[in-house]
């Protein structure tokens, strides 16, 4: 194969290459992976999904997502929302929700005027009031696995954090064998946060993550007694929601609600 058809799409900021592999056409390694994400010599992404058929009859269609480094992920939110717009635009879609399965589960995305729902799944490994020196003192840390991992650190002042130099260090840390994101939140208000996140491969800071900012919202609801919904409200400068049920300690019915547009489509060659 010479060339990829691809569309590029923004979640909030996180920025996807969308492909179309229905018919399984593509199998690209991590390295191509990688290299279309690249910002400097390729499309530029925080990630890469594709959409193959379902393996069941019990969804629409199967997502994969791929972080920017090439390796497979079980789940990505704002790409869950690009994945279903990204569904709504092809020929013959007509569609007011579609049904897709992941790694981490069945997600159904639904279509609220310019902005995109989906449910994700109940968070599980939820750790509050933790402790660790990550290797510039002790400090207080929760963690949640939103359908990936995510450590949230409250913070005074959410633009002067260390973003870089500590989420890389927690995101190596010995206490997270398989990594982790790291989020940076400061509560504003009853109602508001802001969360700047660090994501695992990535690498770096992104512009929004939308599992990190559900970990967040629903990690404030349970340590500081918030209520849901939470607005939050993210680097790239878009305000996402998330709402949820709870349910003694856990939660159920997790949404996600935010803008999830496409910014430009094309063919490059691989």
């Known amino acids: 194969m010479d060339s990829l058809p691809f569309v590029k799409m923004s979640g909030a900021g996180n920025d996807f290459v969308v492909i179309d592999n229905r018919a399984r056409l593509h199998d690209l390694s991590g390295e191509q992976i990688a290299r279309l994400c690249d910002r400097h010599f390729g499309v530029g992404a925080d990630g890469l999904l594709a959409v193959e058929p379902a393996p069941d009859a019990g969804a629409d269609f199967r997502m994969r997502y791929y972080n ?91 633009e002067k954090a260390e973003i870089v130099t500590q989420g890389r260090a927690i995101r190596r840390s010995p206490v997270f064998p398989r990594g982790t994101n790291v989020n940076f939140a400061q509560v504003v208000d009853a109602g508001n946060l802001i969360v700047r996140t660090y994501e695992r491969g990535v690498e770096d800071e992104t512009l929004a993550c939308g599992t990190g900012v559900t970990a967040a919202a629903l990690l404030t609801q349970r340590v500081k007694g918030a209520a849901l919904p939470l ?34 489509s094309g063919t490059i060659r691989l």
């Not at 159920?252 to 999830?260: F, I």
């Open 68 to 158: 920017a480094d090439g390796g497979e992920a079980e789940m990505c939110g704002n790409g869950a929302r690009c994945f279903a717009r990204f569904i709504q635009a092809m020929p013959r879609a007509n569609i007011d929700k579609v049904r897709f399965l992941t790694p981490a589960g069945l997600i159904v995305g639904e279509y609220v005027g310019a902005e995109v729902r989906v449910n994700l799944t109940a968070p599980t490994e939820t750790r509050v009031n933790q402790r660790a020196d990550f290797g510039w003192g002790e400090i207080e840390y929760h963690f949640m696995n939103t359908g990936v991992p995510h450590v949230v650190l409250y913070v005074p002042d959410a």
């Open 231 to 264: 607005r939050v409200k993210v680097r790239g400068g878009d305000v996402l929601s998330v709402g949820a049920r709870v349910e003694g300690d856990g939660f159920r019915d997790v949404t996600l609600t935010g803008p999830a547009v496409e910014v430009f």
